[in-house]
């Protein structure tokens, strides 16, 4: 007590606020003693003692606020220093805001070319930036101009250190393919590191450029108008706008509902709708013929979509970047008079053995809303490999073999006559090729048949009109792919050893050669296989060496990998042969026997031309090797 007796009435002030327990004392009563204080003569003396008495306290208490404030300010301030000198160790701070990309580049190009990018990274920190790299993200189909071929991903170029208040200027370089108004946009982003730190800071930018022409032209050549049902000739052609090559082209084709592709010149790589341009150099054209059939209702409209585009390089298949697309509108027109032909009853063209007989038929339909009177058909056959004297016809046509065409008309062809709405009815007739020898040059032989049809009617305002329509599709001769296998122990190759006949339980080695012939048509991916018996062993020999003829242990199964085979390959020139050799080890229980060398051996190819696959077949070989000169009766048995 007599300890806080002698404290300031300040520090006693200080105590109360910031103690955390009530510390006031109860009031202490004191008697009273002593002279009464005088008491005020008017109410204007007490008001002034009082006033006097309130001031005194008034200016104690703004006194230790005042010092309170400046204590905690000071506090604060203090606080703050020490946790910015710890969190940065009293170092000069590099703020990302001042990291700044400057893109020098046209805001529009001309797909194909070069575009060229100057950007520049500052500093305008009070320290450098270390380790700085720049990053740039290509959009899609963008190319290098060293290799055109190689696609641009994602880019990493190293600028070094930049210093403080400097610059540092890179070029980077891109091709860009797109179509015509199409915006494509490159991702910069400079990576840097401070003094003393593994931290690593960014700043970002991005930059946009449109496309202002595509580098190719597309158009297809085809009629607005399309008869349903009716042979229609479309063609697509892609045209080089770029100064610069265009690398791995592609055309793909979307086609609409109800249409189908009889042929094209050239085939489609995949399938009937994908075709590898490959490069284009400026101002080249490639061209792409189609022949096709529509269906559909009349009045019906059907688009068709051309995309020519850079090929992936994932997928052979697919267009990574689309640099320009084309559609076309066919609108659908039924004939008056419809046609269809078939080979066979088959609505197509047709790949077919020389020399069989096909059956032809032409169908007719009324399409129209009145009758046709006076109608005509006709057949016309073209050919090289058409046998005249094999045309018959029926249903009242007939063969003019000078002109090769059939004929049907009204008056000796029931039915046309008087054809009313909606009818139909069919006329046929047969023919057949010549027969085809190997030593014969018939590249691509094939039989076009185009029919024409023709009559009268009455049109919408009373008045007689002439009709007319057509169709055409061929028969194509497939080539004649022939195999020939036969075993041999003198002669040939190799030296064969080993006992003749053969003996049981003893080793000996034959010969095998294969031969392929072929006739008309290259043939493609022509493969041979035959299997060895359990008792017949692969020697590995082979001649050629090379020939891509191998053999599996597992199953026994010798193929031969024969490749392409020319067309009018004979015996005597083109033919292809390999020969390879076999051993025999033949068991007690087959002595009196000649036992099976080889099995039958099989033959498959793709004729390039009617795109059919070919097969054929040779007969197993035995130890009756009648092909060796040497050969004689009773060499084939397995002797004791």
């Known amino acids: 007590m007599f300890e806080n007796d002698r404290k300031s009435p300040l520090d006693r002030l200080k105590r109360v606020l910031y103690s955390r327990r009530q510390i006031f004392a109860e009031p202490v009563r004191h008697d009273i003693h002593g002279d009464p204080e005088p008491v005020p003569e008017s109410w204007q003396d007490g008001r002034n003692a009082a006033t006097e008495a309130f001031t005194t306290v008034s200016h104690k208490q703004k006194k230790a606020y005042k010092l309170i404030l400046i204590f905690s300010a000071l506090f604060l301030f203090l606080a703050l220093a020490v946790g910015t000198y710890t969190l940065f160790g009293g170092k000069i701070f590099v703020s990302v805001d001042n990291i700044d990309i400057l893109i020098e580049g046209p805001t529009s190009m001309a797909g194909g070319e070069t575009l060229n990018l100057g950007v520049s990274v500052l500093n305008k920190n009070a320290t450098d930036i270390e380790l700085v790299d720049l990053v740039a993200e290509f959009p899609g189909g963008a190319k290098d101009p060293l290799s055109p071929e190689r696609d641009l991903g994602k880019t990493r170029f190293s600028l070094g250190n930049i210093k403080s208040q400097s610059v540092a200027q890179k070029t980077v370089s891109l091709i860009l393919f797109g179509g015509e108004g199409e915006e494509k946009s490159v991702k910069l982003t400079a ?133 320009i697309s084309r559609d ?13 032909l078939t080979f066979d009853g088959d609505r197509s ?73 909606g009818a139909d009815g069919r006329v046929g007739f047969s023919f057949r090729s010549v027969s ?51 075993a041999l122990y003198s002669g040939g190759p190799f030296q064969n050893a080993g006992p003749v006949p053969p003996r049981a339980e003893q080793a000996t080695t034959y010969t095998v050669i294969w031969t392929v012939t072929n006739t008309s048509n290259v043939v493609t991916g ?6 060895l018996p359990a008792y017949v062993a692969w020697t590995g020999k082979v001649s050629p060496e090379d020939a891509g003829i191998s053999y599996n242990p597992t199953g026994g199964t010798v193929t031969w990998q024969v490749g392409e085979v020319p067309r009018n390959a004979d015996i005597g020139s083109g033919a292809k042969q390999v020969a390879f050799q076999v051993s025999l080890l033949p068991s007690a229980n087959q002595v009196g026997e000649a036992p099976e060398i080889l099995s039958k051996s099989s033959i498959a190819g793709v004729d390039s031309f009617t795109g059919a696959t070919l097969q054929n077949n040779a007969p197993p070989l035995s130890t009756r090797t009648t092909a060796d000169l040497l050969w004689k009766p009773g060499n084939e048995i397995v002797q004791p």
């Open 436 to 486: 085809v020898s190997p030593n014969q040059s018939l590249p691509n032989p094939l039989i076009t048949v185009a029919v024409s049809a023709g009559g009268s009617r009455v049109d919408e305002s009373g008045a007689p009109a002439e009709i007319a329509s057509g169709i055409s599709r061929s028969v194509k001769l497939v080539s004649n792919l022939a195999l020939s296998a036969r």
């Open 191 to 323: 990576e840097y590191r401070t003094a003393d730190s593994n931290a690593i800071f960014f700043k970002e930018k991005t930059y946009r450029v449109s496309i202002s022409s595509s580098p190719a032209f597309v158009a297809i050549g085809a009629f607005d108008q399309a008869f349903a049902g009716q042979p229609m000739d479309v063609s697509i052609s892609v045209t080089s706008n770029s100064k610069n090559p265009l690398k791995n082209l592609m055309l793909s084709l979307d086609y609409p509902f109800g249409l189908s592709v009889i042929s094209s010149v050239p085939p489609a790589a995949y399938g009937d709708s994908i075709w590898r341009l490959g490069d284009l150099a400026p101002g080249a054209k490639k061209i792409i013929r189609l022949k096709t059939v529509l269906q559909g209702q009349d009045g019906e409209e059907k688009n068709l979509r051309a995309n020519v585009g850079i090929q992936s390089q994932n997928n052979e298949r697919e267009i990574a970047t689309t640099i």
């Open 328 to 340: 076309h509108t066919f609108s659908i027109k039924q004939p008056f008079l419809g046609l269809d």
């Open 526 to 531: 022509a493969r041979i296989t035959a299997i």
């Open 349 to 421: 063209d047709l790949a077919t053995e020389a020399g069989r007989v096909v059956r032809a038929e032409i169908i007719w339909t009324n399409n129209g809303a009145s009758k046709i009177t006076d109608a005509r058909i006709e057949a016309k056959l073209s050919g090289t490999v058409l046998d005249k004297n094999s045309v018959f016809v029926s249903d009242g046509g007939n063969y003019e073999s000078l002109t090769n065409t059939v004929v049907w008309e009204a008056g000796r062809t029931p039915g046309l006559d008087n054809i009313i709405p």
